[in-house]
């Protein structure tokens, strides 16, 4: 099993371009999450969802947006890029409600943007 | 919103010797507290975890304290050795989405 992958690695946008984070699992988890890491810092979540139709914002949700059509992937996108948004994103995965460890945490690889 | 706070940021400690990482978190509605290791490029990895329900949880030279009342909980890793050396996150997680909140992270240096 992949568990959590995540597409790209890295990542250089120039201000204003849009692109797509790809995030998908394998786990069978039905909750799915965004976060980003900026230096020094912890994480902080963008988005999340509990299930394939459901989002909702996190913390700092503002230039970015998802849709979860499907059980399996959880696409971050960014609209019209700023170099606020450099950083590192990390797609999670945990099983959700119902299951024994429901809200463990498993972590994709991360992606690294940098805007210039 | 919730808000963990955590400490210290760094740590520098002997082969051998015990490290603790303590945070504190300011919703009483939390009721799940993980911790995550992560080396340089890397991703957070889960090494141990408590729930509200526990007051205390070890595996192997990692355990994990929590205080309710106090609200706050604690890493204690024993025995360190080099490769423990990472950053180290403390979170904490309410029921709703799940989510968790983050501490800055400790940055934790063994020495030989």
């Known amino acids: 099993n992949a568990g959590v992958t995540q597409t790209p690695k890295f990542r250089i946008l120039k201000i204003g371009q849009s692109m797509t984070l790809q995030c998908a699992q394998d786990m069978n988890h039905n909750y799915m999450y965004w976060y980003r890491q900026d230096p020094g810092m912890g994480l902080k979540l963008i988005y999340y969802?509990?299930?394939?139709?459901?989002?909702d914002k996190g913390e700092v949700p503002n230039g970015y947006n998802v849709s979860r059509s499907t059980t399996e992937d959880f696409p971050l996108r960014l609209e019209l890029a700023a170099p606020s948004q450099t950083s590192v994103y990390f797609c999670?995965?945990?099983?959700?409600?119902?299951?024994?460890?429901?809200?463990?945490?498993?972590f994709g690889p991360g992606t690294r943007l940098t805007v210039l | 919103g919730e808000n963990v706070e955590q400490h210290p940021s760094t740590l520098s400690v002997q082969e051998g010797d015990s490290a603790v990482i303590k945070c504190t978190y300011s919703d009483s509605a939390s009721n799940y507290f993980p911790w995550y290791k992560q080396e340089l490029g890397k991703r957070p990895q889960l090494i141990i975890d408590?729930?509200?329900?526990?007051g205390e949880k070890k595996d192997q030279r990692i355990a994990v304290t929590l205080n309710k009342t106090a609200k706050h909980f604690s890493l204690h890793i024993t025995e360190t050795q080099p490769e423990d050396s990472a950053v180290y996150f403390c979170a904490a997680s309410q029921n709703s989405g799940y989510a968790l909140n983050f501490g800055k992270g400790t940055s934790l240096l063994v020495t030989p």
């Open positions: 999670a995965t945990s099983p959700g409600l119902g299951r024994l460890t429901y809200n463990e945490q498993f």
């Open positions: 408590i729930r509200s329900n526990v």
């Open positions: 969802s509990v299930g394939a139709g459901i989002t």
